[in-house]
């Protein structure tokens, strides 16, 4: 790390990834400290240099949109012990069979090995071991939230 001219180590508070929680570390950025939207993916990548290529794509950042990290801005860091530990048993699950789902209004999680959509899923795609997902038009998180405001009202 090369430390910055006047704030040194430069360390920032940092946030889950995953859920925005808080992060459980703290970032040292030293003169890393400027976020680069990548022209190709829109990822933003932070502490990089215009030298960099993205993190996400693997393309030249040099075009890309920068800014200065702020004082007291965020940044993503490692993910929080809640979101580790849920991420460990998803992969545990998808390990016995199950399945990795997405919903289009957010939430992720895994469908158990064994039940009907998993088994489905796996023998559509032909993937019977290892990582699969499906995407969700709706899910019981979205699905709640309408149920809840009608029984609410
Ligand atoms: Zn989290
Ligand atoms: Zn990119
Ligand atoms: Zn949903």
Redesign the pocket.
Known sequence: MILHKEKGVNPRMTFCPRCGGDGPDIALLGNRDSVIT??????A?YGAFRSSD??????P?SGGESRKIEEHERIPGSLCKTCEEEVENFKKEVEKGGIYWKCDCGATGVIKGGSELAVQVREKSGIMEGPVGVTLEKCWVCEKGAKDGKENS
């Open positions: 990548c022209p190709f993916c829109n990822a990548n993205c993190g996400s794509c693997g393309q950042l």
